[in-house]
């Protein structure tokens, strides 16, 4: 269940536009005349990074309890039992009423957590309003405008030590995706001796194989359950193999062109991809291609050293590939490296072990408040730059997306925050939130529009 939360106030303060605002759509009728809702009205909300159910109620009137006005007011009382938090909403240009008044003395008679909101901000006649909000014991004021979209991002702040740890449903769906069979792409080069790495995983010659280069042609998904030597447990795989992808201008034949076309659809569908290399060949820059593609299709990736069983100089061989990694991957540090042998066998569980492993981090949630717990730390150990003098704030930042992780960074000025800085930010994620070598996205954005899509 969403954690609820119940927006209270005298009619016409503009609950059902902020009702409306917080769930992306025109559920609730709005209207100048008070008194319009009369039901209570559930929705689902999406504030940045927090997902809670919302209850727009009718507006409190002083009336009798057994006149319409007083059954709505009865109507709110009793939805206020059910919910982890209320929103009072207050008209800042109109300023505080008696009948707010009257609202703040019972909601301090509850056992609900409260945050005031003061709407309707936009204007100079909004200020005395606004000041006059502080008198009602409930703390400083989340000042909005529930119609034009503003303090949203103020709301998100105020909102987020009361939900933090609320949120399992998508808590739940990750876990239910982890359960899936892993969806392992090989790719490479030509005669890299992916279909011979697949075979000896099944432990049959299920794909042809041979020396000619391009035998493979068609993407081929083959499931499979791999029992892991070290633990015992057995874990279910969808394997694919894919055409070899060599250089375009290579590609002169129709039929390796479609092949090609199909083994970027299948990295479309994965969820960890394995680059093969031939350790007789070194590493090209066709193969960095193929990495750069895969980690910018948002998949995981790991890179393995095939035919280590015949590699000359075999640690000069890792070393230099690595060091080679880490100048032409500079989007991603740490990529897994791994030596193996499709022909013997050698390090395949290790693979395979390292594939799940990192299909976890892709697939990680942090919460919202540990995030920013991480945040914080980081601007005190390096605060961002003042570009000529001018101060960029950072805000607060959520994640928005798993499978790969998504990040949105709030804050002003973020148009002059430099991509070191930028880098310092994704690089501490990684290294700190357990999120390793897997692609990251970060999307900066202005804490007034925290409603817009992410691309």
């Given at each position: 269940?969403?954690?609820?939360?119940?927006?209270?106030?005298?009619?016409?303060?503009?609950?059902?536009?902020?009702?409306?605002?917080?769930?992306?759509?025109?559920?609730?009728?709005?209207?100048?005349?008070?008194?319009?809702?009369?039901?209570?009205?559930?929705?689902?909300?999406?504030?940045?990074?927090?997902?809670?159910?919302?209850?727009?109620?009718?507006?409190?009137?002083?009336?009798?309890?057994?006149?319409?006005?007083?059954?709505?007011?009865?109507?709110?009382?009793?939805?206020?039992?059910?919910?982890?938090?209320?929103?009072?909403?207050?008209?800042?240009?109109?300023?505080?009423?008696?009948?707010?008044?009257?609202?703040?003395?019972?909601?301090?008679?509850?056992?609900?957590?409260?945050?005031?909101?003061?709407?309707?901000?936009?204007?100079?006649?909004?200020?005395?309003?606004?000041?006059?909000?502080?008198?009602?014991?409930?703390?400083?004021?989340?000042a909005i405008s529930a119609e034009h979209?503003?303090?949203?991002?103020?709301?998100?702040?105020?909102?987020?030590?009361?939900?933090?740890?609320?949120?399992?449903?998508?808590?739940?769906?990750?876990?239910?995706?982890?359960?899936?069979?892993?969806?392992?792409?090989?790719?490479?080069?030509?005669?890299?001796?992916?279909?011979?790495?697949?075979?000896?995983?099944?432990?049959?010659?299920r794909l042809l194989t041979g020396p000619?280069?391009?035998?493979?042609?068609?993407?081929i998904a083959v499931d499979w359950q791999?029992?892991?030597?070290?633990?015992?447990?057995?874990?279910?795989?969808?394997?694919?193999?894919?055409?070899?992808?060599?250089?375009?201008?290579?590609?002169?034949?129709?039929?390796?062109?479609?092949?090609?076309?199909?083994?970027?659809?299948?990295?479309?569908?994965?969820?960890?991809?394995?680059?093969?290399?031939?350790?007789?060949?070194?590493?090209?820059?066709?193969?960095?291609?193929?990495?750069?593609?895969?980690?910018?299709?948002?998949?995981?990736?790991?890179?393995?050293?095939?035919?280590?069983?015949?590699?000359?100089?075999?640690?000069?061989?890792?070393?230099?590939?690595?060091?080679?990694?880490?100048?032409?991957?500079?989007?991603?540090?740490?990529?897994?490296?791994?030596?193996?042998?499709?022909?013997?066998?050698?390090?395949?569980?290790?693979?395979?072990?390292?594939?799940?492993?990192?299909?976890?981090?892709?697939?990680?949630?942090?919460?919202?408040?540990?995030?920013?717990?991480?945040?914080?730390?980081?601007?005190?150990?390096?605060?961002?730059?003042?570009?000529?003098?001018?101060?960029?704030?950072?805000?607060?930042?959520?994640?928005?997306?798993?499978?790969?992780?998504?990040?949105?960074?709030?804050?002003?000025?973020?148009?002059?925050?430099?991509?070191?800085?930028?880098?310092?930010?994704?690089?501490?994620?990684?290294?700190?939130?357990?999120?390793?070598?897997?692609?990251?996205?970060?999307?900066?954005?202005?804490?007034?529009?925290?409603?817009?899509?992410?691309?």
């Amino acid at each position: 269940m969403l954690p609820q939360v119940i927006i209270i106030g005298r009619p016409n303060v503009g609950k059902s536009t902020l009702f409306n605002r917080l769930v992306g759509k025109k559920l609730a009728l709005v209207d100048d005349q008070p008194g319009v809702t009369r039901d209570r009205r559930i929705g689902e909300a999406h504030l940045i990074g927090l997902d809670f159910a919302i209850v727009d109620t009718a507006g409190w009137e002083d009336e009798d309890p057994g006149s319409l006005p007083g059954r709505m007011r009865a109507q709110t009382e009793v939805s206020l039992q059910g919910a982890q938090l209320a929103l009072f909403v207050v008209d800042a240009r109109a300023g505080i009423t008696p009948l707010d008044e009257e609202i703040a003395r019972w909601l301090r008679g509850q056992n609900a957590s409260v945050v005031l909101v003061a709407n309707k901000v936009e204007g100079r006649a909004a200020e005395s309003g606004l000041l006059e909000a502080y008198g009602l014991g409930f703390g400083d004021p989340v000042a909005i405008s529930a119609e034009h979209g503003e303090g949203m991002g103020d709301l998100f702040e105020a909102l987020l030590p009361h939900l933090e740890d609320l949120q399992q449903e998508e808590a739940a769906e990750e876990v239910d995706e982890l359960s899936g069979p892993l969806k392992l792409a090989i790719v490479g080069r030509p005669n890299a001796g992916k279909s011979t790495l697949i075979n000896r995983l099944l432990g049959e010659d299920r794909l042809l194989t041979g020396p000619e280069a391009g035998i493979t042609r068609d993407a081929i998904a083959v499931d499979w359950q791999w029992t892991d030597p070290k633990s015992g447990e057995t874990l279910p795989a969808r394997l694919i193999d894919t055409a070899g992808m060599r250089k375009k201008a290579r590609i002169t034949d129709k039929l390796e062109k479609l092949a090609v076309a199909d083994a970027r659809h299948a990295v479309d569908f994965a969820e960890v991809v394995v680059l093969l290399l031939d350790a007789t060949l070194g590493l090209e820059h066709q193969d960095l291609k193929i990495a750069s593609m895969a980690l910018e299709e948002g998949r995981a990736l790991i890179i393995a050293i095939n035919k280590w069983d015949i590699a000359e100089d075999a640690s000069g061989l890792f070393n230099g590939i690595r060091a080679a990694l880490e100048d032409g991957l500079a989007q991603v540090r740490g990529v897994p490296l791994l030596a193996v042998s499709a022909r013997t066998g050698k390090g395949l569980d290790d693979m395979m072990r390292a594939a799940f492993v990192i299909r976890e981090a892709w697939s990680r949630r942090v919460s919202t408040g540990q995030l920013n717990r991480w945040f914080e730390h980081a601007l005190e150990a390096n605060p961002p730059p003042a570009p000529g003098g001018k101060r960029i704030k950072l805000r607060f930042i959520t994640q928005a997306k798993t499978r790969p992780p998504g990040f949105v960074l709030f804050g002003t000025r973020l148009d002059l925050l430099p991509e070191s800085y930028r880098r310092y930010l994704v690089n501490g994620i990684r290294r700190e939130l357990g999120f390793e070598a897997v692609p990251i996205r970060l999307t900066l954005r202005s804490s007034k529009n925290p409603f817009a899509k992410d691309g």
